[in-house]
C-alpha cells in the first residue's frame, strides 16, 4: 500500500541555521509548531519528533542511513 502521507520537500531556516517552517508534498506551508503537531499526530512520512535534552520536542527525519533525506539537506524556500 503508498504512503498517501504528504513529506517535507523544503524548509526555511533562521540566521542560526536552525529549522523554522516546512514546505508540505501538497504545497501547503506550515510553522514548526504547526508541522510539529502534524508529525506527532502521523500526518507526515519519512519524519518523527523527539524530546531533546533541553526537554523541548524537536522534528527530525527518521534515521535510514541517507544523509540525503535529511532535514537540513532539504532545499530552501
Do not use: C, W
Not at 498517501?4 to 523544503?10: G, I, K, L, T
Not at 523554522?20 to 509548531?33: I, N, P
Not at 502534524?38 to 519519512?46: D, L, N, R
Amino acid at each position: 500500500m503508498q504512503d498517501m502521507r504528504e513529506q517535507f520537500v523544503a524548509v526555511q531556516k533562521n540566521g542560526d541555521g536552525d529549522l523554522t517552517a516546512f514546505k508540505t508534498s501538497s504545497g501547503r506551508v506550515l510553522d514548526y509548531q504547526s508541522a510539529l503537531q502534524e508529525v506527532q499526530a502521523g500526518q507526515i512520512s519519512g519524519v518523527n519528533a523527539f524530546k531533546g535534552r533541553d526537554g523541548e520536542t524537536y522534528i527530525r527525519g527518521d534515521a535510514d542511513g541517507d544523509p540525503t533525506n535529511n532535514l537540513d539537506q532539504l532545499p530552501l524556500f
